[in-house]
């Protein structure tokens, strides 16, 4: 079965420390991807971060990076320098062709406070 | 701000009326989605178009209906609906799906409330 878990309900981090959430997934495709998105007390889904799964490198965008660990299935992000407007829900998700050409997978997102 | 854009961003109902949720995006997309959003629960998929064509309806209750008119809007028309249907909607449009990275895009979402 398609799925994405995410261990953490909640998560506080110090101000100017990095902290990983974590994501799990489950999947039997070879191809997919795994995206991370941020949303704010606000509610816009915003877009991070993407891994594709033949990526060979983690990926970056800025403070962002993805600890893509393939044979544990596991698509950790991590946050460098956490900064107060970091604090917000953060959603893994993945697209794999099993679950259909238009389907997204979520997880039920981990809640991120950064601490001042 | 992404490009997609929605309204109205709160909304109250009777279970009697008739409402419709209204995205517009401005990134030229050919695929905009309807996902609804309930506390602690993962983003359930309700509706896509591609090319102002329905292409996923993901069982979806018909007091829900979707429209789509051109690429750059989407409606969600609602009526007679229940108290747990009270969430987030969130409106989000993608390039196309021809490749893995296709990145969807959010709008901030309607809040609704089913009294």
């Known amino acids: 079965a398609q799925k994405i878990t995410q261990t953490q309900p909640g998560m506080f981090v110090q101000e100017k420390e990095a902290v990983t959430l974590d994501c799990t997934y489950d999947?039997?495709?070879?191809?997919?991807?795994l995206f991370w998105y941020k949303q704010p007390s606000s509610g816009e889904m915003i877009f991070l971060i993407y891994q594709g799964s033949y990526d060979e490198q983690n990926a970056t965008e800025g403070r962002y990076s993805l600890n893509f660990q393939k044979a544990r299935k596991s698509a950790n992000l991590v946050i460098s320098a956490s900064q107060l407007g970091d604090s917000a829900m953060y959603f893994c998700?993945?697209?794999?062709?099993?679950?259909?050409?238009?389907?997204?997978?979520f997880g039920t997102g981990t809640r991120l406070k950064v601490l001042a | 701000e992404t490009g997609v854009t929605q309204t109205p961003r709160h909304l109250v109902m009777g279970m009697t009326n008739k409402k419709s949720l209204k995205c517009e995006q401005h990134?030229?997309?050919?695929?905009m989605y309807w996902y609804k959003q309930s506390a602690k629960k993962p983003l359930e998929l309700m509706f896509v178009y591609s090319l102002e064509e329905r292409v996923e309806n993901n069982s979806v209750p018909s007091r829900f209906s979707p429209e789509c008119p051109n690429s750059s809007h989407l409606f969600l028309h609602l009526h007679t609906l229940q108290p747990e249907d009270s969430a987030l909607y969130l409106c989000?449009?993608?390039?196309?799906?021809?490749?893995?990275?296709?990145?969807?895009?959010f709008g901030a979402g309607t809040r609704l409330s089913v009294l």
């Open positions: 998700a993945m697209r794999a062709p099993t679950s259909g050409t238009y389907k997204y997978i």
């Open positions: 990134l030229g997309h050919n695929a």
């Open positions: 989000a449009s993608s390039q196309d799906f021809s490749v893995a990275k296709n990145i969807q895009y």
């Open positions: 999947t039997s495709d070879q191809s997919y991807g």
